[in-house]
């Protein structure tokens, strides 16, 4: 793994400890079931406004999109630089063992061969290995009238299958609107709509792409796109933590 990419022992430690508490069969069977999963108060107040004070610190980032720009919607976001924050590094690192398990359960089922390592750590080595080296986790930033259309964060050959989205500002006395929304487009048939009620320093893990649905003759895929819906008034920050790394 790339030197730079490394998280500091005692971060990592703290998050497992932290990561550890929630009932993870509950949030497993939630993914398999619905496609998302909320894990409440991951972080506390005070954390989601140092993390959401950030943002103006060009230093923390590698690159500022403007969405309207690329026609992704309207507002914008940062994608971190290594080294990332002890606690969004932390993070990345304690839960994905977590949600590896639930995606190498769900390639088992849709007959995809790729299995994902035991640690973060393992599965960097693999992302620099076939040239995806830019970290991906990222702050975002709306204000009213921004949105974030539906989409995926795929960015290139190789993508862990689940991500997770943390709410750091407060519904109803920061902002108003903003809801994350998670589509599902199901084979001949109608698309189903997920809207995620999250309050401040909740996470939202979710499907990134694809995942199984058991059909009447065994399983199948179902596609995921996600975005937030129009911000009416105030200010929303959110971190999102993707566990694979950018080409």
Known sequence: MNAHAKVATAAVEAAETRVAIYDWPALAAELDGFGCAVMQKLLSPEECRQIAGLYIKEEHFRSHIHMARHGFGKGEYRYFRYPLPDLVGGLRSALYPRLAEVANRWNER????????????EFLDQCHAAGQVRPTPLLLQYVPGDFNCLHQDLYGDLAFPLQVAILLSEP???????????????????????????????????????RPV??????????????????????????GIIFHDAK
């Open 172 to 210: 109803g006395k920061d902002f108003t609107g903003g809801e994350f929304v998670l589509t599902e487009q199901r084979p001949r048939m109608q698309s189903r709509v997920e809207v995620v009620p999250l309050r401040q320093g909740d996470a939202v893990a979710f499907a990134v792409h694809n």
């Open 110 to 121: 849709m007959a995809i061969p790729l299995r994902y390592p035991a640690t973060h750590a």
């Open 214 to 239: 058991q059909g009447t003759k065994g399983n199948y895929r179902v596609n995921l796109r996600h975005g937030v819906s129009r911000l009416r008034s105030g200010m929303r920050h959110t971190v």
